[in-house]
């Protein structure tokens, strides 16, 4: 498949392959686990989440691990690991990208995890109305932050990452309230992630 944006097409082939293969570990998944239980400490009475980008579902699997009742989804740019995160019997997992069209029955929270940082920035609007129109309640971001846009040299690739203030457009554009915020850093020694900045947003 042919998608809008080179960013798309790149994540969608073969450095969508590439990335299932090195972050797929039991290790990973402990440390999700309590990045989660962190990022939902304020969020109260969540039924239903939905992820923008959930790869293998690791996420998922987290996030069925603190709410075992939550009704669960996702939609995955990459085919292959789609079908890894379908095969985990937890979510209702379609293929596609962001820039698709918001759900028709929104959820109590919808989450995107290092996801938008790797969207191109001409089409972020659209993903940001997305994340909000498909939420009844609180949206999530955990991105790389930087108080400007900038873009980073990706694995040796130009255009394939962009950093910024992510949760602050989104508050901006759409009045969302900040409701709790935080950070993971790398040299953690229970959940070590890759200098994450998280946000979690309620809407008016």
């Not at 990335?19 to 440390?31: D, K």
């Not at 709410?67 to 989804?73: C, E, K, Q, R």
Request: charged share 25%.
């Amino acid at each position: 498949m042919t998608h809008s944006t080179e960013q798309e097409n790149f994540w969608a082939g073969e450095f969508g392959e590439q990335y299932i293969n090195r972050n797929n570990s039991a290790e990973l998944l402990t440390s999700k686990m309590i990045m989660w239980s962190k990022m939902l400490r304020s969020a109260h009475n969540i039924t239903s989440v939905h992820e923008l980008g959930c790869n293998i579902g690791l996420n998922l699997i987290a996030i069925k691990q603190l709410i075992p009742n939550a009704t669960l989804s996702g939609i995955e740019i990459n085919e292959t690991a789609a079908e890894k995160a379908r095969q985990c019997g937890i979510a209702s997992v379609t293929t596609g990208t962001l820039l698709d069209p918001p759900l028709h029955n929104p959820v109590d929270l919808t989450a995107a995890v290092t996801v938008l940082i790797h969207i191109n920035p001409d089409e972020l609007k659209r993903a940001y109305r997305n994340l909000v129109e498909s939420s009844k309640r609180y949206v999530l971001v955990a991105e790389y932050y930087n108080p400007v846009p900038t873009k980073i040299n990706y694995r040796g690739h130009e255009d394939r990452l962009f950093k910024r203030d992510f949760a602050g457009e989104l508050m901006d554009e759409f009045q969302l309230n900040l409701i709790d915020y935080g950070f993971f850093y790398h040299r953690d020694k229970y959940s070590p992630q890759d200098d994450i900045s998280w946000f979690l947003m309620e809407k008016s």
